[in-house]
């Protein structure tokens, strides 16, 4: 294999040029959809206005950017690599001996960059921008919202009790307030609250019942809560503090989308989340998602080039190109698929996460071999 570092150099640069193009457009065609939609949400709500609806649309620019990244380096590097190929550039560098492997490094580092950028930069700007748009959409644009709309009534919440017996578990259940936990009020407030204390051998110790319950820095605090021990006789109505690691941001944040929490900040959270009983799955699902990520890059830049450096006088460039993107659109369908069958715990979340990356990038290596020594 000849390495060819200038040449690689210059096809690195069309292929950004293209790819940053495909991107921006791609970016803002969706988002303008988006607007428009919520332009027409908006249409029945006097309070909120055209500033509104911009200022919500153009916070969720970066978390459309992030979905359409991986489809802007493979529709960017189609583009790129088939102007290439028209020109007869590259027809030129293989017939000087140079191998596709040895100019499609460039490429690739580029893709590259692309995915962890993506993944260390525009998620945790996405995430922090979109929870805003979030915020702003659920106390504007929508009927129902908070955490009471979420959670279907009652609310279920498991965490560790380490105040009667070593292991101990604690679930509480309660009916959230309406309003509480949200700006500018930050307390969280639960209505008839039920708390079971359990063993590490899930055997009941206590059972505490109040009709109210706020929650604190580090402590639920029960209001005229009576305690029932393992003789079930009740004690005196009295105020009670028990100690947790929950926050209202914590308890609202589980129930609204992964997207809105940065990718630093996902590793602990889901710790907590499965400590106080929620699900983490579909977190897991995004956090390997966004490992897989740069992989994903590589493997579009790849496909591109494979499907995009025929040269025109064999024909048939059209359908090499549809193909390609038709390549892009089963892999994304497999996405949803793998994602649905993790989300249900049907699959292993990694495995769901990185089957559809994995096997483009197979497709791609196996396309790029066939053209290149088969």
């Given at each position: ?6 040449l690689?150099?210059?096809v690195?640069?069309?292929?950004l040029?293209?790819?940053a193009a495909?991107?921006l457009g791609?970016?803002?065609l ?9 332009l027409?949400?908006a249409?029945?709500r ?6 509104l609806?911009?200022q ?6 970066p ?5 359409i990244l ?5 529709l960017?590097g189609?583009?790129?690599f088939?102007r290439?190929?028209?020109?007869s550039?590259?027809v ?5 001996g140079?191998s596709?492997?040895?100019?499609l ?31 702003l959409?659920?106390?504007y ?6 955490l009471?709309a979420l959670a279907?009534g009652?609310l279920?919440?498991r965490?560790a ?7 101990g578990?604690?679930i509480l259940?309660?009916r959230?307030?309406s309003g509480?936990?949200l700006?500018?009020?930050?307390e ?7 708390l079971w204390r359990l063993?590490a ?5 206590a059972?505490i019942e109040a009709p109210?319950a ?7 605090v029960l209001?005229?809560?009576v305690?029932?021990g393992?003789d079930?006789?009740p004690s ?9 690691e ?5 308890i609202?944040?589980?129930?609204a ?6 990718f630093?900040a996902l ?6 989340l499965?400590q ?8 897991r699902?995004?956090?390997q998602?966004?490992l897989a ?10 496909l591109?080039a ?5 040269q ?5 460039v ?8 038709a ?6 369908v497999l996405d ?9 715990g ?6 769901a996460?990185w089957?559809?990356?994995?096997a483009g990038l197979?497709?791609?290596l ?5 053209l290149?020594?088969?």
């Amino acid at each position: 294999m000849t390495l060819a570092p200038t040449l690689s150099r210059y096809v690195a640069r069309r292929f950004l040029a293209a790819t940053a193009a495909m991107l921006l457009g791609l970016t803002l065609l969706v988002s303008l959809f988006d607007f428009i939609e919520l332009l027409r949400r908006a249409a029945t709500r006097p309070e909120a206005g055209f500033a509104l609806v911009a200022q919500i649309a153009g916070l969720r620019l970066p978390f459309v950017a992030l979905q359409i990244l991986p489809f802007a380096i493979l529709l960017g590097g189609i583009l790129a690599f088939w102007r290439l190929s028209r020109s007869s550039e590259l027809v030129v560098a293989r017939a000087a001996g140079i191998s596709a492997w040895g100019f499609l490094s460039g490429p690739v580092l580029v893709a590259l960059a692309f995915g962890v950028l993506g993944t260390v930069a525009i998620s945790p700007l996405s995430s922090a921008m979109l929870a805003r748009a979030e915020r702003l959409d659920y106390a504007y644009l929508r009927t129902s919202a908070g955490l009471s709309a979420l959670a279907g009534g009652r609310l279920w919440l498991r965490q560790a009790d380490r105040g009667l017996e070593p292991g101990g578990v604690a679930i509480l259940s309660g009916r959230p307030v309406s309003g509480s936990g949200l700006p500018p009020q930050q307390e969280f407030v639960l209505a008839e609250v039920s708390l079971w204390r359990l063993s590490a051998s899930d055997r009941p110790l206590a059972r505490i019942e109040a009709p109210r319950a706020r929650l604190l820095p580090g402590r639920w605090v029960l209001e005229d809560a009576v305690v029932f021990g393992p003789d079930r006789v009740p004690s005196p109505p009295a105020a009670i503090a028990f100690p947790t690691e929950l926050t209202p941001d914590r308890i609202e944040t589980s129930f609204a989308s992964p997207d809105t929490l940065s990718f630093w900040a996902l590793p602990g959270f889901i710790r907590v989340l499965e400590q106080a009983g929620f699900s983490a799955v579909r977190h897991r699902m995004h956090f390997q998602g966004l490992l897989a990520l740069p992989v994903l890059a590589v493997g579009m830049a790849l496909l591109a080039a494979g499907f995009s450096m025929r040269q025109a006088r064999r024909g048939g460039v059209a359908q090499m190109i549809g193909a390609g993107v038709a390549a892009g659109f089963a892999l994304f369908v497999l996405d949803k698929i793998t994602g649905e069958f993790g989300e249900a715990g049907t699959l292993p979340v990694a495995l769901a996460a990185w089957a559809p990356t994995l096997a483009g990038l197979l497709l791609a290596l196996t396309l790029l071999l066939h053209l290149e020594d088969g």
